[in-house]
């Protein structure tokens, strides 16, 4: 299907006629929830890209074997529960009854196995279930089962994972499709049907909610975990790119719900006593990411340098405001928040500050006076501001430095550029990292070089600590080996931690039922 695509201009002008569209009667009004999402839905497909607003998109319209509740700890969702035999070689997983699919179908367990082997094809934690699987099977409609080459306790949790690169169940027919390829034709089993016909690439997405859903009929709702309710009949996402109109929209009462807005406006906002204003629950992690394929960031005595110049309450302050309750400082490479995190090793980041001392080290270290390249996304506050405090940091120490600008979008493809700085190569980027509650699908942490995140980090140690954290038997187990996980990451430096941020949200006090993190659609009601 061809979707309609609009320019920036374009989009706010389409947004602003949006909502100045007639309104539905009152009655509908509140069966109907408008929310304004941090960036336009440009793809549609959950296992084609990481965005996080795809992520989002795809929480309405799948669903999930498992899912997570707010400690991050895996339940059946469209299981209806699972056996384990054979010393742990053996798992056996049973389909809850009468799911469907939006098209009217059934749910079949081959569905399912078509779907993790596409997930698994692509996403890092998924790749893990693929290689540790002699056999994904469906021996009858209801039935999945997983034969595997040795032990592996979190099966549940990776295919229940959160953040980027979910594990979507979709029809066999479209699970087929390559990983490579995206699938547009967004057929789930989720509480909301998404309304592709309403689509405006820039402007809208719509979704009304699944008649045929069967919501879990145990458990308590925690994040993805549990009953999923969808109390309204239709959602509407309008997409309105300037923070500021989004404001004035909801001030305006023409939408619900802002999954984003700033600091600079909170003031504003919380003057009107028909909204709430407050940060969310779950915490992200911002990261100085290096390039190990080209100089000087290819010695790790260089990226160990500036360890002890960073100051993450610099970054987070020049990121996101003053107000310490936003983020939170002296944090590692696990969300300080999660059962991973540990203080192993932190004293680099925690101890005194001295730059006289860096740009000795660096010396020391061999630098001399090589071309830093600093990627900087001047359409994104946040991110310019961690990449203004990294150039001017760098140059303190006497670091070589050059900042080179562009929108999110040209940075975020220019950071897949391997080749040298004159062929339009890079040394830094900044960005936010979500998903770093575990080893498991942690992307600034997998160090297999070539086929490593963006920067290609390559660590044997790092990889056999992260394949031992997979087979580990119990939490207590995993915990002691992300310790020294963290050890060894501030001896390679994969990226430097900046701290970590919680988002500034804003919605109509009316709303409740707002689940931890990331925007769920299903729980949330008015009045």
Known sequence: MSVPTLNRRAALSAGAALLAAPRLSAAQGRRVLKFVPQADLAVLDPVFTTAAVTTNHSQMVFDYLYGLDARFRPH??????????????????????????????????????????????????????????????????????????????????????????????????????????????????????????????????????????????????????????????????????????????????????LEVTNNDLAPLLKRNRNLNVHVVEDLFGTIMRFNWLQPPFDRPAIRRALLGAVSQEDFMTAAYGTDPAAWEINVGYFTSDSPMASKAGLEVLTGRRD???????????????????????????????????????????????????GDWGTISTRRANRGPLDRGGWSIFVTGLGNTIDPGGHLGLRANGARAWFGWPDSPRLEELRQDWITAPDPAAQAALCAEMQRQAFQDVPYIPLGEYRTLTAHKTDLTGFPPGAPLFYGVRRG
């Open 76 to 257: 059946p969702q469209m299981v209806a529960g699972h056996v384990v035999e054979n010393d742990g070689l053996t798992w056996t997983m049973t389909l809850r009854e009468g799911l469907r699919f939006h098209d009217g179908e059934p749910v079949r367990a081959r569905d399912c196995v078509a779907s993790i082997r596409r997930w698994g094809s692509r996403d890092m934690y998924g790749q893990e279930v693929i290689a540790r699987a002699d056999e994904i099977s469906a021996p009858d409609d209801r039935t999945i089962r997983f034969r595997l080459k040795k032990p592996f306790p979190g099966l549940h949790a990776a295919l229940g994972k959160n953040g980027a690169s979910v594990c979507p169940m979709m029809p066999e027919r479209l699970a087929n499709t390559e990983a490579t390829r995206q699938v547009t034709e967004m057929v789930g089993s989720g509480p909301y049907r998404f309304l592709a016909d309403e689509r405006m690439a820039g402007a809208r997405a719509a979704y009304a909610r699944f008649e045929g859903y069967v919501p879990r009929p145990d458990g308590t709702a925690s994040r993805t975990a549990g009953p999923k309710l969808a109390h309204f009949d239709r959602v509407e996402w309008t997409i309105i790119p300037d923070q500021a109109t989004a404001a004035s929209a909801l001030l305006a009462g023409e939408v619900d719900w």
């Open 355 to 405: 730059l006289a001392k860096v740009k000795r080290d660096l010396q020391a270290a061999g630098y001399a006076g090589e071309r830093v390249v600093v990627l900087q996304a001047d359409d994104y506050p946040s991110l310019k501001g961690l990449a203004e405090v990294t150039a001017d940091l760098l140059k303190q120490v006497g670091m070589n430095v050059e900042v080179q600008n």
